[in-house]
Nanobody
Framework: QVQLVESGGGLVQPGGSLRLSCAAS?????????MGWYRQAPGKQRELVAT???????TYTDSVKGRFTISRDNAKNTVYLQMNSLKPEDTAVYYC?????????WGQGTQVTVSS
């Protein structure tokens, strides 16, 4: 079993930056999981923002390309999402997820609010 705990959310002005962290515990298999960040804004469906595989291949949804960077530190069982040039439309609850085959894990989410 894997537990995921997100941190780093908060209130930031447009154009600002935040770094989200997601720490995994309870399993030694973190390094083989594909990790991803999702977000869900009020009244909208949950959206996949970025992923990183066990071999460090990354993908991004078009709206965050060039602004967000996903990375992982397997020694710390942690995945990060560096968010730069934040826009009001980035406001959402951000969720960390990890998966492989039939395994799928979720964190509880962290709120990111971009507002002046």
């Amino acid at each position: 079993q894997v537990q995921l705990v997100e941190s780093g959310g908060g209130l930031v002005q447009p154009g600002g930056s935040l770094r989200l962290s997601c720490a995994a515990s309870g399993s030694i298999f973190f390094s083989i999981l594909t990790m991803g960040w999702y977000r869900q804004a009020p009244g909208k469906q949950r959206e996949l923002v970025a992923t990183i595989t066990s071999s460090d291949t990354t993908t991004y949804t078009d709206s965050v390309k060039g602004r967000f960077t996903i990375s992982r530190d397997n020694a710390k069982n942690t995945v990060y999402l560096q968010m730069n040039s934040l826009k009001p439309e980035d406001t959402a609850v951000y969720y960390c997820s990890g998966w492989r085959d039939l395994l799928n894990y979720w964190g509880q989410g962290t709120q990111v609010t971009v507002s002046s």
